[in-house]
């Protein structure tokens, strides 16, 4: 399983950092992916990272003010997001698939393992 923590309310330009731990999985054999929707929107993908060499992926729009990383020895998995806009206020989700060993987590189409999802909120 894999559980979001670290949403809340911040001001416009603002920062926060999420983290998604891990658990019941090999870690080194998966993804993890952050996505985010908002209300009355579709589901965004933001990010993904390997766990076993930490290749990423980041969504061009974001590249610059969001951020993904990893601590293996934690099961952890981050997302650091900065600049905040009131455009960003959704539900932010992790998620985590199996990949493998010599393919890119950007390949990923679906993922098995989803959190609960953390709020943030950006006030303009």
């Known amino acids: 399983q894999v559980v979001e923590s670290g949403g809340g309310s911040v001001p416009f330009g603002g920062s926060l950092r999420l983290s998604c731990v891990a658990s019941?999985?090999?870690?080194?054999?998966?993804?993890i992916a952050w996505f985010r929707q908002a209300p009355g929107k579709e589901r965004e993908a933001i990010s993904c990272i390997s766990l076993s060499d930490g290749q990423t992926d980041l969504s061009d729009s974001l590249k610059g003010r969001f951020f993904t990383d990893k601590d293996n020895a934690n099961n952890t998995v981050y997302l650091e997001m900065n600049n905040l806009k009131p455009e960003d206020t959704a539900v932010y989700y992790c998620a985590a698939n199996f990949l493998r060993f010599d393919s890119h987590c950007s390949g990923l189409k679906n993922y098995d393992y989803w959190g609960r999802g953390t709020q943030v909120t950006v006030s303009s």
């Open positions: 019941g999985f090999v870690l080194n054999y998966y993804a």
